[in-house]
């Protein structure tokens, strides 16, 4: 009768706790609007620290490099604040440079290119078009676009309100300058105490896992933390790179926008696999209408060369560990990332399905090993029985 009444009460208690369950779930569905809107504005107010964690993660590998760099070559007992100081001061420094020399040239090509874009489609379509290319070349492939980019009020994209909006959106959720500081000083504290910070998280892991789970989660949590990094900072300062070797290339070809399409193009290049596409074509075209098809042409043979060059030499050497996955994953990443969210999820889509196909990896070679284990076990079992069989008939 106790052992019925206990059954009971807890079948009482595990019946209530479902319910409170779905009734919880509906109201969160029912009131979505109001919950996404609360998560929205929590998302802005930690912005910050988020800025703060990418800023580190950014900054971490020169950091240790120049930190390492001290250590061996003198006696210096803080070298990771030095290091630290030091990379923030380079990282000031080239800010300003393109503050003050880099982005009064951008918006100066920028407006020339918008007040002179209908003097450029009248000239390649009077002139390259009509007489110097097939003519299927000219109806299916270069006449559309040009079509397509004269229909586009490139005025109103481009005007000084426009630009102030663009500018205003991007940096939305750091317009002010406290939050500004609070993101500097939370990478700053960060970068200084990396090692104190990963040990609490891997304390307070060890103390609410067990051994086999925090084993796990310790190795998921490496592995996500290199690659993170890795990915990370590597693809900026590639950017980088790319933007200062196109543009260079492309002036020496005597490119008109040579600044402007070469640091479209580095920026593009944070975009795995889409980026480089996509930036490579829109400069193409903008070159077709300033140059004409010869000059578009020869910079799209050396760009392609140049990506080419930096997917197999440059980035590899930069990135320390290069993510071994696949162009039909990363496409898939770059596009659920972007539907999801925009240009920041493209940009870490591939370390997080990295981190995915890693995990399920590992999911799938230790059920692979269970299962051949089970069948060693197995086979030994039959032949155990089988002997046993014969030693019975031969007694």
């Not at 990963?198 to 989660?217: H, L, Q």
């Not at 196109?246 to 290049?269: D, E, H, P, Q, R």
């Not at 000059?295 to 290069?322: E, F, G, H, K, Y």
């Not at 059920?367 to 069989?389: F, G, S, T």
């Amino acid at each position: 009768m106790k052992k019925e009444k206990i059954m009971g009460t807890k079948k009482w208690i595990y019946w209530v706790s479902i319910g409170i369950v779905l009734i919880v779930i509906y109201k969160f569905l029912d009131n979505f609007s109001g919950i996404g809107k609360w998560l929205a504005n929590l998302f802005y107010i930690l912005m910050p620290f988020v800025i703060g964690i990418i800023l580190a993660y950014v900054l971490y590998l020169p950091s240790k490099k120049i930190e390492n760099l001290f250590k061996k070559k003198t006696k210096l007992k803080h070298t990771r604040g030095l290091s630290i100081a030091i990379v923030y001061a380079l990282a000031i420094a080239a800010i300003s440079i393109i503050i003050k020399f880099i982005i009064p040239v951008l918006f100066g090509s920028i407006e020339d290119l918008v007040s002179n874009i209908q003097s450029y489609y009248n000239a390649i379509s009077a002139d390259e078009i009509n007489f110097d290319i097939a003519p299927w070349i000219q109806n299916n492939i270069l006449k559309p676009i040009v079509e397509y980019i004269q229909k586009i009020n490139f005025e109103e994209m481009f005007t000084p309100e426009k630009i102030k909006t663009y500018i205003d959106s991007a940096f939305g959720a750091v317009k002010s300058i406290v939050n500004i500081f609070i993101a500097i000083v939370c990478s700053i504290y960060i970068l200084a105490q990396r090692e104190s910070i990963v040990e609490f998280i891997n304390k307070f892991a060890k103390s609410v896992m067990k051994d086999s789970g925090y084993r796990k989660f310790n190795k998921y949590f490496t592995s996500g933390n290199e690659i993170f990094v890795n990915f990370i900072s590597s693809q900026v300062i590639d950017a980088f790179v790319v933007a200062a070797v196109t543009s260079i290339a492309m002036s020496i070809i005597g490119v008109k926008y040579s600044l402007l399409l070469g640091v479209f193009i580095g920026i593009s290049n944070l975009i795995p696999y889409f980026g480089a596409i996509v930036g490579v074509a829109i400069s193409i075209i903008i070159t077709l209408l300033t140059g004409g098809w010869k000059q578009a042409l020869i910079m799209a043979i050396v760009v392609i060369i140049l990506q080419q060059i930096d997917a197999n030499i440059i980035n590899p050497r930069i990135t320390s560990s290069r993510l071994k996955i696949s162009p039909l994953l990363v496409i898939f990443a770059v596009t659920v990332g972007g539907a999801y969210f925009g240009v920041i999820g493209m940009f870490i889509a591939v370390p997080i399905i990295t981190l995915i196909k890693l995990v399920i990896e590992d999911f799938i070679n230790v059920r692979l090993k269970d299962k051949e284990v089970a069948k060693n076990v197995n086979v030994i079992e039959n032949e155990n029985n089988i002997k046993n069989i014969e030693d019975n008939i031969e007694n």
